[in-house]
């Protein structure tokens, strides 16, 4: 994260009626916060951790601790510090802080996991809304709480686009490894068939019920229905290999299509074998190419589970997406339209889609007093 456009603000509060505070912790605080404008942040932490050490009940040492682990990337921790704010803070105006820092906290993870993982991306922008909305209950002015919802309910609508797109895809993938287990199914049984064709054949020229030129004749017309055989495996091997350049195809549809490739093989093997009048050896190639048809079933089968359970999960973030009736009302209520500001954070989104950092991690209010 660029420091230099994402600054905190300390929180230096003075607090007349606090004259107790140990003239100890005064110090480190401020030390703490030079070291924090001069960018020094892991100096600075150590002072914070003194002054809380000093006064332990106090949080705006805590406070500012969790604004150096923001600039430092190190979300978890800061994360930790502004909830413990937030929750043992009897000082509304620190509350308020620490919930609208928090919201930047959910809104910078959600935003790194953009291109790994949408599903979380969403729920951390969620999480995002959900405190910028509490800081703005405290603080109805805090523009820059409103302006973030409105940046991250257009980052949300682009994910549920994706995810629903996404769903769509997996759904037409299945469709079509429906079809062609199905298919594969029919070639598969032909197979067998054709295997069993040839076998007949021998048994009746070795019982001497036909001769050997009625047995060649049955294996010319044999070789004609393997070689039919061949030429539709082959069209179904090139239908399954036609994928969208920008989805790879998934290692068990790969995996498919190689057990075809040899399934080929043995269907062209078993139609040469069948013109020499060689049962044997084409028995045994067809046996071979119903074996790899069976396993390339397998192979689709095992993907098409993978993409039933992927659907489910995709029916099941959908739900969790769409809010119920309060919550639409909520922000509706909470939302403005957005500024300047908040375009050149959709702009730059657009612009540099790699780096994802659409949030002005500006402080939640000047501050007007120091110790």
């Known amino acids: 994260m660029n420091a230099g456009k994402a600054k905190f603000t300390l929180l230096l509060i003075l607090l007349t009626m606090q004259t107790a505070w140990a003239n100890s912790a005064q110090t480190s605080v401020l030390h703490g916060n030079t070291l924090f404008r001069q960018g ?53 105006k620190l509350v308020a802080g620490a919930k609208y820092n928090l919201g930047n906290c959910y809104f910078q993870r959600g935003s790194k996991q953009m291109d790994s993982d949408l599903q979380k991306a ?61 298919k594969l199914k029919q070639l598969s049984d032909r197979q067998k068939s054709l295997a069993e064709q040839t076998q007949q054949t021998k048994d009746l020229e070795d019982k001497g019920q036909i001769d050997q030129q009625q047995a060649s004749g049955n294996y010319n017309k044999q070789a004609q229905e393997q070689s039919q055989l061949k030429e539709e495996t082959e069209q179904t091997s090139k239908q399954m290999q036609q994928q969208d ?38 028995k045994q190639s067809e046996e071979k190419a119903a074996e790899h048809l069976e396993n390339a079933i397998k192979a689709l089968s095992g993907e098409n589970a993978q993409g039933k359970q992927q659907e489910q999960q995709g029916q099941t973030q959908q739900q969790q997406q769409e809010p119920d009736e309060s919550a639409k009302e909520q922000q509706q209520q909470a939302a403005i339209a957005p500024d300047t500001t908040a375009q050149e954070i959709v702009d730059r989104e657009q612009r540099q889609k790699e780096q994802r950092q659409m949030l002005q991690r500006t402080p939640y209010k000047n501050v007007e007093k120091d110790w």
């Open 40 to 92: 020094n942040l892991t100096e600075a932490i150590k002072q914070y951790d003194q002054a809380l050490l000093d006064q332990p009940q106090v949080m705006e040492p805590k406070f500012n601790k969790a604004n150096c682990y923001y600039q430092l990337d190190d979300l978890a921790k800061a994360i930790d510090l502004y909830n413990e704010v937030a929750a043992e803070s009897k000082d509304m």
């Open 122 to 182: 969403l729920e951390d922008l969620q999480s995002s809304i959900v405190y910028w909305r509490q800081a703005l209950d405290i603080e109805p002015e805090n523009e820059n709480a409103a302006k973030n919802i409105e940046v991250a309910r257009l980052i949300i609508k682009d994910i549920i686009d994706q995810l629903n797109k996404q769903r769509e895809q997996q759904q037409q993938q299945a469709e079509k490894q429906k079809q062609l287990q199905e």
């Open 245 to 282: 350049p920008n989805n790879p195809q998934p290692p068990q549809m790969q995996q498919a299509a190689e057990e075809l490739k040899k399934a080929i093989e043995k269907q062209n093997e078993a139609v040469k074998n069948l013109k020499a009048s060689d049962p044997n050896t084409a």
